[in-house]
């Protein structure tokens, strides 16, 4: 079965570091580029970062700029968020999401095809 | 940075009514849009991408239409499993997210 599964969660003190982990399933991670994503209780989805398949390209939010980095370790078939300098606000429910395409003329349309299941960071005192 | 709205942020529907959900774009994204459906405790899922294109899998109820800045998610006949909470997404430039559709039961 294709999937993704993400590890790495927990409670974690302000200002305290994490890093967040996604394996996949039934397919190889090194064919797509990756994304995480994040949902604070009760509220909407946030785009965090994105990196490309071989980690020539990363994006972060201005939310997380300088203090989350996403990356990726083809060989070990893995995904990764190392988050530093955790606040309050960056509590939230973590999934990562597999970036699919499709090819249109000119166009290149981008979509998460496939999410895990996620993994809750508490960030508290 | 794109911002994405999405009207109305609720609504009450039946089993049966015809539901449509619209977002709009700050900026134009052409087709750059899509829809995804989130039940509660669940991560969400894909229905519609590049605007208008059903994703493998989805019921042929759900359908997407617009280009530009304006967009909408039609569900033609709501059944009690779409009773959700309904995301729109550009993917223009980098990845937004609309602030959410939850639709519930009449």
């Known amino acids: 079965e294709v999937q993704l599964a993400e590890s790495g969660g927990g409670l974690v003190r302000p200002g305290g570091s994490l890093r967040l982990s996604c394996t996949p399933s039934g397919f190889n991670l090194s064919d797509y580029n990756m994304n995480w994503v994040r949902q604070s209780p009760g509220k909407g989805l946030e785009w965090v970062s994105y990196i490309s398949r071989r980690s020539g390209t990363t994006y972060h939010a201005d939310s997380v700029k300088g203090r989350f980095t996403i990356s990726r370790d083809n060989a070990e078939n893995s995904l990764y968020l190392q988050m530093n300098s955790l606040r309050a606000e960056d509590t939230a429910v973590y999934y990562c999401a597999r970036d699919s395409s499709l090819q249109s003329g000119y166009d290149k349309y981008f979509y998460f095809d496939l999410w895990g299941r996620g993994t809750l960071v508490t960030v508290s005192s | 940075d794109i911002q994405m709205t999405q009207s109305p942020s609720s609504l009450s529907a039946s089993v049966g009514d015809r539901v449509t959900i619209t977002c709009r774009a700050s900026?134009?994204?052409?087709?750059?849009l899509n829809w995804y459906q989130q039940k509660p405790g669940k991560a969400p899922k894909l229905l519609i991408y590049?605007?208008?294109s059903l994703q493998s899998g989805v019921p042929s109820r759900f359908s997407g239409s617009g280009s530009g800045t304006d967009f909408t998610l039609t569900i033609s006949s709501l059944q009690p499993e779409d009773f959700a909470t309904y995301f729109c997404?550009?993917?223009?430039?980098?990845?937004?997210f609309g602030q959410g559709t939850k639709v519930e039961i009449k």
């Open positions: 997404q550009q993917s223009y430039s980098l990845r937004t």
């Open positions: 900026q134009t994204i052409k087709s750059y």
């Open positions: 590049a605007a208008s």
